[in-house]
């Protein structure tokens, strides 16, 4: 079983940065990828982007692409979401997810943490 763990989330004033972490845990983690979404008040959850664990290869939605960048450390097992020039409308609680192989859906979630943007 995998547990996925957010941690970094915070307030933070527009044009600032926060660094989100996704430690993973309870068995040897080798992903086929992981993702961050985000879901804000009274909004579905958004999908921003993915990283492969083998190649490190990455995707980003078009709404953060250029400000969000999403990296991993094998050692820990980590996956970062790091966020230059928030805006208000980044406010969100962010998730991590991971998937296993590439045609399931995203099996593993944590628990999420909150990036509040203030103007």
């Known amino acids: 079983q995998v547990q996925l763990v957010e941690s970094g989330g915070g307030l933070v004033q527009a044009g600032g940065s926060l660094r989100l972490s996704c430690a993973a845990s309870?068995?040897?983690?080798?992903?086929?990828?992981v993702a961050w979404f985000r879901q804000a008040p009274g909004k579905e959850r958004a999908f921003l982007g993915h990283i492969t664990w083998s190649g490190g290869i990455t995707y980003y939605t078009d709404s953060v692409k250029g400000r969000f960048t999403i990296s991993r450390d094998n050692a820990p097992n980590t996956v970062y979401l790091q966020m230059n020039g928030l805006k208000p409308e980044d406010t969100a609680v962010y998730y991590c997810a991971a998937k296993l192989v590439a045609y399931s859906d995203y099996r593993y979630w944590g628990q999420g943490t909150q990036v509040t943007v203030s103007s």
């Open positions: 309870g068995r040897t983690f080798s992903p086929y990828r």
